[in-house]
Each structure stands twice: as C-alpha cells, then as structure tokens.
Nanobody
Framework: VQLVESGGGLVQPGGSLRLSCAASETIFRMGWYRQAPGKQRELVAYIINTGSTNYGDSVKGRFTISRDNAKNTVYLQMNSLKPEDTAVYYC???????????WGQGTQVTVSS
C-alpha cells in the first residue's frame, strides 16, 4: 500500500489546515499519527471503512477525520490550531486492527505567529 500525503504548512495559532492522504487501494483503517521534536509519536485520529472514528485526547473537538472510500483518501480537518500541534504528521493504514501499518512520508505542520 502506498500513501501520499499533502496539505501541511505554516499557520498562525487559531487557524486551520486540512491534510489529505491518498492510498493506492481500499484499506480497512486509515489515520494520522504525529511526532514533535523530542517526543514520541502519538495517535491523532483514525477512521475505519464503516466511518467509525477515534481521536487522541489532545485533538478532540478541534480535529475531524473523514474519508472518501471512492477515492481511497482520508482527510484531517484541523481547526483552532495551537503551537503544541506543531509536528510531522504521518498518514498510516492497516488492513486489519492487528496487522502491520503502512506509513506515508510525513508532512510538516507548524503553528506559529
């Protein structure tokens, strides 16, 4: 499975960004992790092919994940961004809950004034 991400960049605090990740095939679970300098990679959100979602505590109420199954694409709408959201965001995908993950190349999100 190949994953191609887009949509990162620089945004001011309180602003919004939307990330996209296109998969080379239909796959069960797609989502995002992020990693800030000096920190462990953490779950941002994931969505399964039925539409069920799960979010990390730090982004609940601000981020929304969605997917277009016809395009094999997942989106992450990020609102009310904070400086602590600054990180490299990695798209990932799994064929099942217990299978190994496929990873995208990562996209930088920087929240700064």
């Amino acid at each position: 499975v190949q994953l191609v991400e887009s949509g990162g960049g620089l945004v001011q605090p309180g602003g919004s960004l939307r990330l996209s990740c296109a998969a080379s095939e239909t796959i069960f679970r797609m989502g995002w992790y992020r990693q800030a300098p000096g920190k462990q990679r953490e779950l941002v959100a994931y969505i399964i092919n039925t539409g069920s979602t799960n979010y990390g505590d730090s982004v609940k109420g601000r981020f929304t994940i969605s997917r277009d199954n016809a395009k094999n694409t997942v989106y992450l709408q990020m609102n009310s961004l904070k400086p602590e959201d600054t990180a490299v965001y990695y798209c990932y995908a799994r064929r099942s809950s217990s299978s190994n993950a496929y990873w995208g190349q990562g996209t930088q999100v920087t929240v700064s004034s």
